[in-house]
Antibody, heavy 117, light 109 residues
Framework: QVQLVESGGGVVQPGRSLTLSCAAS????????IHWVRQAPGKELEWVAV????????YYADSVKGRFTVSKDTATNTAYLQMKNLTIEDTAIYFC??????????WGQGTLVTVSS | EIVMTQSPATLSVSPGESATLSCRAS??????LAWFQQKPGQPPRLLIY???TRAPDIPARFSGSGSGTEFTLTVSGLQSEDFAVYYC???????????FGQGTKLEIK
């Protein structure tokens, strides 16, 4: 069965960096784009970034452009979200989700990132 | 960026009754609209795509309608497990951003 498992969240000080991982199983990882969506505590969902199925193209929300980098490793079936220069506004649960035909059909359980001094 | 606006913010309905949730896009998105259900501590779950097509294993009591800028999710015969937060999301353009509404909380009356 399709599974996405995020890891790497934690508490980090403003201005520091953190890398999240999304381990995928149960499907042909190289054939699907992977998106990251975040949700601040008690808030709505916010699309963050996407890496296309081949890993050659990446797109970002304006709020993270220049600070976040998304990638995927088809050898290990893992997607990554590198986050730099974190701010308090980046505090959220970060979900990875598989895109099938523009649809987010499977989601991970999420990993919590807390940016605090 | 396309802005998605949901109403109402909170909807109180009794079990067994029907609930109608609305979603408006700031510009036409044709039928490129999905609905998600989210329960506390869980990721979103895809309910509806293409504005009106139910995702696999989604009960028939969930139905979606609309096109262009106005969309509706109807939940008929509400069951206890249906009380949750519902989000609409547009995926009209490539590349993203694909934006979400702010959510409607469906609560037990």
């Amino acid at each position: 069965q399709v599974q996405l498992v995020e890891s790497g969240g934690g508490v980090v000080q403003p201005g520091r960096s953190l890398t999240l991982s999304c381990a995928a199983s149960g499907f042909t990882f190289r054939s699907y784009a992977i998106h990251w969506v975040r949700q601040a505590p008690g808030k709505e969902l916010e699309w963050v970034a996407v890496v296309t199925y081949g890993g050659s193209s990446m797109y970002y929300a304006d709020s993270v452009k220049g600070r976040f980098t998304v990638s995927k490793d088809t050898a290990t079936n893992t997607a990554y979200l590198q986050m730099k220069n974190l701010t308090i506004e980046d505090t959220a649960i970060y979900f990875c989700t598989r895109e099938k035909g523009r649809l987010f059909d499977y989601w991970g359980q999420g990993t919590l990132v807390t940016v605090s001094s | 960026e396309i802005v998605m606006t949901q109403s109402p913010a909170t909807l109180s309905v009794s079990p067994g009754e029907s609930a109608t949730l609305s979603c408006r896009a700031s510009q036409s998105i044709t039928s490129s609209l999905a609905w998600f259900q989210q329960k506390p501590g869980q990721p979103p779950r895809l309910l509806i795509y293409g504005a009106s097509t139910r995702a696999p294993d989604i009960p028939a009591r969930f139905s979606g309608s609309g096109s262009g800028t106005e969309f509706t999710l109807t939940v008929s015969g509400l069951q206890s497990e249906d009380f949750a937060v519902y989000y609409c999301q547009q995926y009209n353009n490539w590349p993203p951003p694909w934006t979400f509404g702010q959510g409607t909380k469906l609560e037990i009356k």
